[in-house]
């Protein structure tokens, strides 16, 4: 039985790191979504773990972004 080496074992742990960075990056849940086979509770699940990782202030400055959007829309039209 040979054991991995050094060299083997430090690039299985940069393997495995950058793994856990892909999957927690934009892209990564992007493709989690997109891999669903539910893909409507998929994306539901990803926007309330956005959510729940946004401040009080976070969602306000959301909420007043999504407003003044939707009050210049409406005027225009």
Known sequence: MTHPSLNEKI?????EDAAKIEE???RGKI???WQAEHKKK???AEIFALLRGLSKKGIFTLFLIVAFVF???FSVL
């Open 11 to 15: 690039a299985k742990i940069l393997a």
């Open 71 to 73: 009050a210049l829309t």
């Open 42 to 44: 998929a994306f539901k």
């Open 31 to 33: 493709k989690r979504v």
């Open 24 to 26: 927690n990056s934009w």
